[in-house]
T-cell receptor, first 116, second 119 residues
Framework: DQQVKQNSPSLSVQEGRISILNCDYTNSMFDYFLWYKKYPAEGPTFLISISSIKDKNEDGRFTVFLNKSAKHLSLHIVPSQPGDSAVYFCAASAQESNFGNEKLTFGTGTRLTIIP | DGGITQSPKYLFRKEGQNVTLSCEQNLNHDAMYWYRQDPGQGLRLIYYSQIVNDFQKGDIAEGYSVSREKKESFPLTVTSAQKNPTAFYLC??????????????????FGSGTRLTVV
C-alpha cells in the first residue's frame, strides 16, 4: 500500500526551463511534507519542506506547492541547472504524538535529468 | 564536523551468512532509522529507534535485526532469513522535536549508504 506516490519515474527538462515534480498521497493524516534530493551512491539530502498549514513554501530556485484537497504536492525548480540532475524523493509524516519524532514515508522517487 | 557515517560502503555476503552494517552519528540526534532502497521501490523503512535501548519494526523488518546500546550507534544485521538482501541500505538520524511550533523545520540526516551484494 503505497501511501506516497510519485507517478513519474523520470523527467527530462532543458537547462534554464522549469522542472515540475509531482507527488500524491493517500493518508489524510499526513501534515508535513518534505522533498529530498539524491545523487547516485550517496544518501538523500533535505531540500525543502512544507507544513499543511501552508500551501506554498519558497527557498531560492525551489518552491513547493501543497493542495490538501487534492492530496497533491509539487516541487518547482526554476531555472533548472545541470547540477539539479538527481533523483528526487517526496516524503510525508503524520503527527502521532505531541512529542518526539514521526516516521517519514517516502515516495518511489523521480529521476530528473537536465539537458544542457 | 558533525555527521552520520555508514560503513562499509560496499559489502559482499555469501548465501547463509549474517552481516552487520554500521551506522554512527555524532549529531546528538535522538532518533535513528534504517531504510532500504531498491530500484522502483523508493525508500522502505526497516527499523527505527527513538531512544537508546528501544527500537521498533518498520515496514519490512523480517530478516533484519538491530540494537541501540548507545545514542550514537544503530547497527543493522542482515540475517540469513532475509531472502533478498541485495540492496542499497541507508541509515538516517533526526532530532527529537517538540511539535507545535509554527516554524519548525524537520528532516532526516542520511548517511552515504552501504551497497550490499549477495554472491
Amino acid at each position: 500500500d503505497q501511501q506516497v506516490k510519485q507517478n513519474s519515474p523520470s523527467l527530462s527538462v532543458q537547462e534554464g526551463r522549469i522542472s515540475i515534480l509531482n507527488c500524491d498521497y493517500t493518508n489524510s493524516m499526513f501534515d508535513y511534507f518534505l522533498w529530498y534530493k539524491k545523487y547516485p551512491a550517496e544518501g538523500p539530502t533535505f531540500l525543502i519542506s512544507i507544513s499543511s498549514i501552508k500551501d506554498k513554501n519558497e527557498d531560492g530556485r525551489f518552491t513547493v506547492f501543497l493542495n490538501k484537497s487534492a492530496k497533491h504536492l509539487s516541487l518547482h525548480i526554476v531555472p533548472s541547472q545541470p547540477g539539479d540532475s538527481a533523483v528526487y524523493f517526496c516524503a510525508a509524516s503524520a503527527q502521532e504524538s505531541n512529542f518526539g519524532n514521526e516516521k517519514l514515508t517516502f515516495g518511489t522517487g523521480t529521476r530528473l535529468t537536465i539537458i544542457p | 564536523d558533525g555527521g552520520i557515517t555508514q560503513s562499509p560502503k560496499y559489502l559482499f555476503r555469501k548465501e547463509g551468512q549474517n552481516v552487520t552494517l554500521s551506522c554512527e552519528q555524532n549529531l546528538n540526534h535522538d532518533a535513528m532509522y534504517w531504510y532500504r532502497q531498491d530500484p522502483g521501490q523508493g525508500l522502505r523503512l526497516i527499523y527505527y529507534s527513538q531512544i537508546v535501548n528501544d527500537f521498533q519494526k518498520g515496514d519490512i523488518a523480517e530478516g533484519y535485526s538491530v540494537s541501540r546500546e548507545k545514542k550514537e550507534s544503530f547497527p543493522l544485521t542482515v540475517t540469513s532469513a532475509q531472502k533478498n538482501p541485495t540492496a542499497f541500505y541507508l541509515c538516517a538520524s533526526s532530532i527529537d522535536l517538540l511539535r507545535g511550533s509554527s516554524s519548525y523545520n524537520y528532516g532526516y540526516t542520511f548517511g552515504s549508504g552501504t551497497r550490499l551484494t549477495v554472491v
